[in-house]
Nanobody
Framework: QVQLVEFGGGRVQAGGSLKLSCVASDRAFSDYDMGWFRQFPGKEREFVAAINRRGGDTNYADSVKGRFTISRDNTRNMAFLQMNSLKPDDTGIYYC??????????????????WGRGTQVTVSS
């Protein structure tokens, strides 16, 4: 079972930026799609972004399109989420998730994937 560790969360003012990083323990990291999910207080976890195994194709939730960018570095078993133009509504816990299955839908396949412990992102107004 792959272990995922996120870091890079923190507190930022609205309009600011943060970059989240995720490191995976799995040597087969480059063989599967990866993604980021988030959870707001009192809400279910929701899909944020995903990237295919080669890094050539990405998917985003409508709420983050144009503001967030997912990327990966397979040589270091790492995935990233660059978050720009942050809003208070982006406040939550962000999780690195994988492997994801595009054919099942990233949101659904995330439910049975491996999850990191999450990193807190707080955006103040």
């Amino acid at each position: 079972q792959v272990q995922l560790v996120e870091f890079g969360g923190g507190r930022v003012q609205a309009g600011g930026s943060l970059k989240l990083s995720c490191v995976a323990s799995d040597r087969a990291f480059s063989d599967y799609d990866m993604g980021w999910f988030r959870q707001f207080p009192g809400k279910e976890r929701e899909f944020v972004a995903a990237i295919n195994r080669r890094g050539g194709d990405t998917n985003y939730a409508d709420s983050v399109k144009g503001r967030f960018t997912i990327s990966r570095d397979n040589t270091r078993n790492m995935a990233f989420l660059q978050m720009n133009s942050l809003k208070p509504d982006d406040t939550g816990i962000y999780y690195c998730v994988g492997p994801l299955d595009y054919s099942r839908g990233y949101s659904d396949s995330g439910k049975s994937a491996n999850w990191g412990r999450g990193t807190q992102v707080t955006v103040s107004s």
